[in-house]
């Protein structure tokens, strides 16, 4: 290619054409092409970017939802820093995205590893682990409420079995309610990760296992050194998806426990909502937000930037 | 091939002009005040009661003034409607009524004149007769009408008469009396106190802490704290708590688990003996269990306080950029009508009363009983929210629930009380 184009330059007179533009491609985009590119992006503009611009602005200000907005510089983000709930929310985050995060990948490798191989009713089982996905997480919740309830299943079961003195009120209690909302979101998320894995899985040639045979590897080994960095594409998706969705989480939390009892619950998504529409702190709320989408931003594109790095 | 193109160009000019139209409208910060509903087409009525009966009986309310004139009934569920009403309000093109509360929750809005200016419907001859203390709750700060009161309903300990007869105990009418009763029907093996302050009721226990501090510190002060006027950490609070954990043993181990509807059905079954409750519970209550529901007083504490009972008010108010003012008003002239009162307290679970002074209740012994214990106190509060604010219920809630797992901590918990409460206030 560098040879055509240096012999071009030196038989013809004419000023070169801008680098990157093909000699025999199309000189003018298409309207119908360009309308494809900016329709959506005037819709993102206006439906994405606009609102989350005003979200920062309104981080600026104190708002209660009805007056105007009064600037008042950096004082909610000042606040945040002496705010209490602030750093149960933020503390409960962070172990949301360790356990919620983690063990959904963890189960969701595991299951997926287990149900790869075609064999008689593995279907049965993918469909199976995978219909959670399908319902509603409000939904989803409404059922775990009824499980969790201080007559409900679990308890009763746990009577049954002779464990009754662990019966308990389990969205009530600040030491458990927690860890029973991350179970519902848990049994949700396994099964859409499972998913991203087996496509990830799907994708190994069968030819590098054969090889790791023919050298003596074992099951372990060949797990360790052909279908882990085989999979690191997929891990640097699964880890978007779970590190969004558990800074998103909030319909499941929101429907179990408000973030309650007194806060035990609180996740950052969950304090947001309720400090802007309940308490009617919008400028705190858009405080909080902008806290969310920052640590959103950093986990990931710190995640991606070193992914790239590694590649190259 | 010509049909896809135009209806794609069609989809892109669609599009566009959806994005414009957002980005006119997305700028949420901006307060337009021009742009006025068009005074075509029916009134629209905003309606948080979406119990089943009280939906059923609005039903019926529309329709009897569908004959007189316009009118589209829009049910949403309470909670999503309490989130939504500052957007319905601030809104460009609003809802015009609302099914809403007088006092302090109605005059919040008032302040920021969203709502709609009512003197006008004030001169009708069923406003003029209502009682003085109505004309009052319904004044906003600045002196305008701004409310339409048709219901009010009372709070009281309910219980089921056949389960304190089978029980052999009869309602207290003093705290020790009330201590007493709490024994008795603990060694029977009931859960006393039912409260249902879980799932998404936390605010049930606020009721708890009205009346407490009604009974200690009386309604005065009570609502002189609400406003801010005094410090939730000050002594006088205190007193409440001392009080409540009295009780605190009696009350239903699952009290902070499952919701208020739950523990009422709790109580039509017997699992729990009494519960602080509105009468708006009836409304999801079967119909042959009413006969049995019976009521008493929050205990008297403090005889020398004057007494005071919670009987919220309902009604509603409109939107001031509702561009249906005079169907406006006449439709809220016929809520205030005694006829139309009954026809709503036909189809509800009949268990309020009307604001009308000629509207006939249901009459029943319950609704008979209701009246006269309103009629008897000195003094009338609404709810904690009403007579502060739906954004300092929160701080409430976190507060009381957190207290009735943890009582010793109450030191720290009225402290961080107040320092919630106090964001509220200062914001």
């Known amino acids: 290619m560098a040879v055509l184009t240096t012999a071009a330059r030196k038989t013809t007179p004419v000023p070169t054409p801008p680098r990157g533009r093909r000699a025999g491609g199309p000189r003018r985009t298409p309207p119908l092409v360009l309308a494809f590119v900016l329709v959506p992006l005037l819709a993102e503009a206006v439906w994405v970017f606009w609102p989350a611009l005003q979200g920062f602005y309104l981080a600026l200000t104190s708002w209660d939802g009805v007056s105007a907005p009064r600037f008042v510089g950096l004082a909610n983000f000042r606040e945040m820093l002496h705010d209490d709930i602030f750093r149960t929310a933020a503390l409960d985050t962070v172990l949301w995205l360790v356990l919620f995060g983690g063990l959904s990948a963890l189960l969701g490798l595991a299951t997926a590893l287990l149900l790869q191989q075609e064999r008689r009713g593995v279907g049965f089982y993918r469909a199976a682990l995978f219909l959670p996905v399908v319902f509603s997480l409000v939904a989803t919740a409404l059922v775990w409420q009824a499980i969790y309830q201080p007559d409900g299943v679990l308890n009763q079961l746990l009577q049954a079995v002779g464990l009754g003195s662990l019966r308990h009120a389990w969205l009530a209690d600040q030491d458990t309610a927690l860890y029973a909302v991350i179970v519902p979101a848990l049994w949700r998320q396994i099964g859409y990760v499972m998913v991203l894995y087996l496509a990830g899985l799907k994708g190994i040639d069968p030819a590098l296992y054969e090889a790791a045979k023919v050298d003596g590897a074992g099951r372990w080994q060949s797990f360790r050194h052909v279908t882990l960095p085989q999979l690191r594409?997929?891990?640097?998706?699964?880890?978007?998806?779970?590190?969004?969705?558990?800074?998103?989480?909030?319909?499941?939390?929101?429907?179990?426990?408000?973030?309650?009892?007194?806060?035990?619950?609180?996740?950052?998504?969950?304090?947001?909502?309720?400090?802007?529409?309940?308490?009617?702190?919008?400028?705190?709320?858009?405080?909080?937000?902008?806290?969310?989408?920052?640590?959103?931003?950093?986990?990931?594109?710190?995640?991606?930037?070193?992914?790239?790095?590694?590649?190259? | 091939m010509t049909h896809s193109q135009t209806s794609r160009r069609r989809f892109i000019a669609g599009a566009g002009a959806?994005?414009?139209?957002?980005?006119?409208?997305?700028?949420?910060?901006?307060?337009?005040?021009?742009?006025?509903?068009?005074?075509?087409?029916?009134?629209?009525?905003?309606?948080?009661?979406?119990?089943?009966?009280?939906?059923?009986?609005?039903?019926?309310?529309?329709?009897?003034?569908?004959k007189k004139g316009a009118v589209d009934l829009n049910t949403v569920a309470a909670e999503t409607f309490r989130t939504q009403l500052?957007?319905?309000?601030?809104?460009?093109?609003?809802?015009?009524v609302y099914t809403w509360y007088p006092g302090s929750v109605a005059d919040a809005y008032a302040r920021k004149n969203l709502l709609l200016g009512l003197d006008e419907v004030w001169t009708?001859?069923?406003?003029?007769?209502?009682?003085?203390?109505?004309?009052?709750?319904?004044?906003?700060?600045?002196?305008?009408?701004?409310?339409?009161?048709?219901?009010?309903?009372?709070?009281?300990?309910?219980?089921?008469?056949?389960?304190?007869?089978?029980?052999?105990?009869?309602?207290?009418?003093?705290?020790?009396?009330?201590?007493?009763?709490?024994?008795?029907?603990?060694?029977?093996?009931?859960?006393?106190?039912?409260?249902?302050?879980?799932?998404?009721?936390?605010?049930?226990?606020?009721?708890?802490?009205?009346?407490?501090?009604?009974?200690?510190?009386?309604?005065?002060?009570?609502?002189?704290?609400?406003?801010?006027?005094?410090?939730?950490?000050?002594?006088?609070?205190?007193?409440?708590?001392?009080?409540?954990?009295?009780?605190?043993?009696?009350?239903?181990?699952?009290?902070?688990?499952?919701?208020?509807q739950d523990a009422t059905t709790a109580l039509l079954n017997g699992r729990s003996a009494m519960m602080l409750i509105g009468t708006f519970f009836a409304d999801a209550a079967p119909k042959d269990a009413l006969d049995d529901i019976d009521f008493f007083r929050f205990p008297v504490i403090d005889p020398k306080v004057p007494l005071a009972e919670e009987a919220p008010t309902d009604g509603?108010?409109?939107?001031?950029?509702?561009?249906?003012?005079?169907?406006?008003?006449d439709l809220l002239r016929f809520l205030a009508g005694a006829e139309a009162q009954e026809i709503y307290l036909k189809g509800s679970s009949g268990t309020a009363l009307p604001c009308h002074p000629d509207a006939k209740d249901t009459g029943t012994p319950l609704v008979v009983k209701g009246r006269k214990h309103v009629a008897e106190a000195a003094e009338i509060t609404q709810f904690f929210n009403r007579d502060s604010s739906d954004a300092l219920q929160p701080t409430a809630d976190a507060a009381l629930t957190k207290f009735i797992a943890k009582p010793k901590e109450i030191n720290s918990i009225l402290t961080d009380w107040q320092r919630d409460a106090q964001k509220i206030w200062g914001a």
């Open chain 1, 233 to 312: 594409g997929v891990n640097a998706v699964v880890l978007s998806v779970i590190v969004i969705d558990s800074l998103r989480s909030f319909d499941v939390v929101w429907s179990l426990t408000r973030g309650g009892p007194y806060h035990s619950s609180e996740l950052l998504s969950t304090y947001m909502y309720s400090t802007a529409f309940q308490s009617l702190r919008l400028g705190y709320g858009s405080a909080l937000a902008v806290v969310i989408f920052l640590l959103a931003f950093g986990v990931i594109a710190s995640y991606l930037v070193r992914a790239f790095r590694e590649a190259d």
């Open chain 2, 18 to 66: 959806a994005g414009t139209a957002a980005l006119l409208s997305g700028c949420v910060t901006s307060t337009s005040s021009s742009s006025k509903t068009s005074s075509k087409g029916p009134v629209s009525l905003q309606s948080n009661l979406s119990a089943p009966q009280a939906k059923a009986a609005m039903q019926d309310l529309v329709a009897a003034y569908k």
């Open chain 2, 86 to 96: 500052p957007t319905y309000l601030t809104s460009a093109n609003p809802p015009d």
């Open chain 2, 124 to 260: 009708s001859p069923d406003l003029q007769r209502y009682s003085k203390a109505l004309h009052t709750l319904c004044t906003s700060s600045s002196g305008k009408k701004v409310f339409v009161p048709t219901t009010y309903y009372w709070w009281g300990m309910f219980y089921r008469k056949s389960n304190f007869a089978k029980w052999g105990v009869t309602p207290p009418t003093d705290w020790d009396g009330f201590l007493d009763l709490c024994d008795k029907l603990k060694s029977k093996g009931v859960a006393p106190i039912g409260l249902g302050a879980g799932g998404n009721t936390a605010w049930v226990a606020s009721a708890w802490f009205d009346y407490l501090d009604i009974r200690i510190n009386g309604a005065q002060y009570h609502r002189e704290l609400l406003a801010g006027k005094h410090r939730f950490d000050d002594p006088e609070v205190h007193k409440v708590f001392d009080r409540w954990k009295e009780v605190l043993p009696f009350f239903d181990p699952s009290g902070t688990a499952v919701a208020f």
């Open chain 2, 316 to 329: 509603y108010f409109a939107s001031a950029r509702s561009g249906h003012r005079d169907q406006v008003f």
